[in-house]
């Protein structure tokens, strides 16, 4: 295992908050002090943030390789920490920029996206109204060449009967004649 993979290993265990059983943290410190004489300025600090977030202190001969590394790589820690903390700033930066640029993209995407709904309800409720309409005027003839058809029998009926009857009958005379014969 080299200084990369431990330290990602603690970052594991601290990234998911959980405390490397015993026979892990002994294999990692016996790791650690196999590797520490070629551990880099980055993974020296990052094996021992991980110890600081997960509430441990590295055993005595991991704590002294890790000390050995720390003051082999010391100036190039201190060069590696600055570095990390201007590429924060940077990305800082560049996270505010998008941040403003992206509430009036957003608005204007929200506003295409309520104008086209806004046409689809449009055009749905012309469609719907366009066929009420049509329905309404099916409807109504419908109900027109029914209505027509009864006044036109009840006119043949009354023609008949007056024929019947005669053209000074009375009222009554007429519905008699109109009702059917009982036998």
Known sequence: MNSAMISITLSSFAKLGLMPAADARAALEVALVQRGPD???KHVAYILGNYETLGLTPGADARAALEV???RVGPDLVSDVRAAREAAV???AAAEQEDTTTPAAAEQEETATLTAAEEEVTATLAAAEEEVTATLAAAEGEDTTTMG???QE???ALG???QEVGPSAEPQQLAD?????ST
Do not use: C, G, I, Q
């Not at 004649?177 to 014969?181: F, K, L, Y």
């Open 39 to 41: 551990m880099n300025a």
């Open 69 to 71: 590394a720390e003051a």
């Open 90 to 92: 940077v990305r800082v």
């Open 149 to 151: 058809a009864a006044e």
């Open 154 to 156: 009840d006119t043949t």
């Open 160 to 162: 008949a009967a007056e």
């Open 177 to 181: 004649v109109s009702a059917p014969a």
